[in-house]
């Protein structure tokens, strides 16, 4: 590929393990690039895709997930598979290529060694191929799959950006690092590790190198997913963040390297165009809405078939370190038995391992008819987000979070622990002043959740008229709020700063304010 910049138009290099779509103007092959385990792929779709319209010369490097590339694309429609044999430039998508990426029918394993390997492999190819082949202006990475690679781009003058979409980090030897290809004797100097090497010799041998650590280190600029979760952590919150993470972004933090930026949700997920969900519907129209689906998913689920019946809902992971699904195990027998006549229901559709928790407590009282447990299954959350009236999320932190912003586009308002991304993106509803788009609670704890959901069942017992007026007025505000031109415009806007000028010749904000 020819690295002669069009028009001077800087470049910009994104580096992510997993994403959602790609543009179909950047190639045949970007109709069969999916490889999605969580919001990372949505929000590094969402700013290819954004940067792409705006007309910047945007590239993007993942792995070459050839199996899951090959389900993905026997799983288009027919529209989309015409598309799919047009014959389109494809020189902005580079694959790095690894027999270990092939295979894979996931995007991260269980298992650390293995995971380390597929990163190890990912950068080297990035290092070794993609930089050199797209000569990058800027560099974006994204996690601790990418950590080396800011080192690297420092080391040969490229400016680089680093996302921390979450905490998770793992330590390798330079000796490994070498052993998969890569030379790390060129930037060794810009990692971070366990402790200050006294040479290259000593660091090969001796200490470990922190990935996400590194990653924040050497990027000339950082950004967590939230701009409350930067806070937390540089406020010495959440012992579940590593002290060397927390040192790092509070440095750049002070240096005024950082910044937070809410993710967004896709946009299909919206009540107005969702082919999964049984009726569309649209603000003004979501009371019918509404109720047909929630028929459709109590019969799916073998509930009682209410459309008058509370639903709460819950979407996310049950995993009891983050995401608080103990915090509802403990209530959730006098909870129902406290509202059993107001025919109050429970939805879980996640999988993790405290779902067991969920369906001993349904067995050992008979709650069938009222607490229905589902592995996760897009088709069946879709729904769940159009039949219920709140969506529960008592996440002990987050750093983002979507379906906080997903539940109210559909008309569930949010049930939420006030940390990261959920304090950012939930304010608690002022039922008088006609704001607020769910609710919200500030003590972690069982009790907390269980003074929100009476909160929410205060709103429900309101008169019919004002709670559609409220909901229409929460759905209409978060399809303004939660969308993917608001997050590109702010990623822009860091690129530009850090580039000293635009990314095209029209100003970024004004194409994106002209597009929204």
């Known amino acids: 590929m020819s690295s002669v910049r069009s028009a001077n138009r800087p470049r910009i290099l994104i580096v992510t393990p997993e994403i959602t779509y790609l543009p179909s103007g950047m190639g045949n092959m970007a109709e069969r690039m999916s490889a999605k385990a969580g919001g990372l792929a949505d929000v590094s779709a969402s700013l290819v895709s954004a940067l792409f319209d705006l007309g910047a010369d945007v590239h993007v490097a993942l792995p070459n997930y050839r199996r899951m590339f090959h389900m993905d694309i026997f799983q288009l429609h027919e529209k989309e598979l015409r598309k799919y044999h047009q014959k389109l430039p494809e ?9 270990i990426f092939y295979y894979r029918d996931q995007v991260y394993s269980g298992y650390t060694e293995d995971s380390v390997k597929v990163a190890l492999a990912f950068q080297r190819e990035v290092i070794n191929h993609v930089v050199p082949r797209v000569n990058p202006d800027l560099i974006h990475c994204n996690d601790w ?66 990935l996400l650590t590194s990653g924040i280190f050497a990027s000339h600029f950082i950004n967590t997913v939230s701009p409350r979760f930067l806070w937390e952590i ?21 240096a005024g390297c950082a910044a937070g930026i809410l993710n967004a949700p896709d946009p299909s997920y919206d009540p107005e165009s969702d082919d999964l969900i049984a009726q569309t519907y649209t603000a003004a129209s979501h009371r019918e809405g509404k109720r047909a689906n929630k028929l459709v998913l109590q019969r799916e689920l073998g509930l009682i078939e209410d459309p008058d019946a509370p639903i709460l809902f819950w979407p996310s992971r049950l995993d009891p370190i983050q995401k608080g699904p103990q915090l509802l195990t403990d209530i959730l027998y006098r909870l129902v038995s406290d509202y059993w006549d107001r025919k109050l229901q429970v939805v879980v559709i996640a999988s993790g391992p405290h779902q067991r928790h969920f369906n001993d407590i349904v067995h050992q009282h008979s709650l069938w008819e009222r607490v229905a447990v589902r592995e996760f299954d897009e088709r069946l959350s879709r729904i769940g987000y159009a039949a219920s009236d709140f969506m529960l999320m008592p996440s002990l932190f987050e750093p983002c979070g979507l379906p906080q912003m997903i539940s ?5 308002l949010p049930i939420v622990h006030g940390t990261g991304g959920l304090w950012d ?7 008088e002043g006609g704001d607020g788009n769910g609710f919200r609670f500030d003590v972690y704890g069982a009790a907390g959740l269980r003074w929100a959901i009476d909160e929410a069942m205060r ?12 909901i229409t007025r929460v759905m209409n505000q ?30 970024a904000d004004e194409v994106l304010t002209a597009k929204a």
Do not use: C
Not at 91 to 99: F, W
Not at 425 to 431: A, S
Not at 485 to 506: N, S, T
């Open 91 to 99: 020189d902005h998508i580079h694959l790095a290529e690894d027999r």
């Open 145 to 210: 799959m990418t950590g080396l690679i800011p080192a690297m781009a420092r080391r040969r003058g490229i400016k680089s950006l680093f996302t921390v979409h979450n905490i998770h980090t793992q330590r390798v030897s330079l000796g490994q690092v070498e052993d998969r290809g890569i030379d790390s004797a060129e930037f060794w100097m810009n990692l971070y590790f366990d402790r200050a090497p006294a040479s290259y010799e000593d660091a090969r041998d001796n200490i470990k190198v922190d």
């Open 234 to 254: 540089n406020n010495g919150w959440h012992g579940v963040v590593p002290d060397t993470v927390r040192r790092e972004l509070a440095e750049k933090t002070h």
């Open 408 to 412: 109210p586009t559909y008309g569930s």
């Open 425 to 431: 993106t939930v304010q608690h509803m002022n039922w």
């Open 459 to 470: 709103f429900y017992a309101r008169d019919g008229e004002f709670r559609e007026r409220e």
């Open 478 to 507: 978060s399809r303004q709020q939660f969308n993917h031109e608001a997050v590109a415009q702010k990623y822009v806007q860091i690129y530009e700063d850090m580039l000293a000028r635009p990314l095209v010749h029209r100003k």
